[in-house]
Nanobody
């Protein structure tokens, strides 16, 4: 049973920074962060692919957010800088066998965390 456990998040004023992390119980090629606001569709924020060493970001966060991973610890991180009120959302960690753009592979088995709230005021 694959488990993803997020930590970090919280509340911050606009312009501030927050970090979130996610520990997986196993390794995974594609690790990603998504976010969702109630009533809206889930949005891919950033993905990191260990096979290609590539990272992809949503246009809305490019230049402000940085995704990284520690393959020894099976942990993925998201460093969020210059936060804006529109970044407020529940942030979810996810993993899959492969990435596709700024999301998980469509036909890949996917694993999701429980989410951690980020609030920017």
């Amino acid at each position: 049973h694959v488990q993803l456990v997020e930590s970090g998040g919280g509340s911050v004023q606009a312009g501030g920074s927050l970090n979130v992390s996610c520990a997986l119980s196993t390794d995974s090629v594609c690790m990603a962060w998504f976010r969702q606001v109630p009533g809206e569709e889930r949005e891919g924020v950033a993905v990191i692919d260990s096979a290609s060493a590539s990272k992809n970001y949503a246009a809305s966060v490019k230049g402000r957010f940085t995704i990284s991973r520690d393959n020894v610890k099976n942990t993925v991180y998201l460093e969020m800088n210059s936060l804006k009120p529109e970044d407020t959302a529940m942030y979810y960690c996810a993993a899959a066998e492969y990435c596709s753009g700024v999301t998980l592979g469509k036909y890949a088995k996917q694993y999701w965390g429980q989410g951690t709230q980020v609030t920017v005021s």
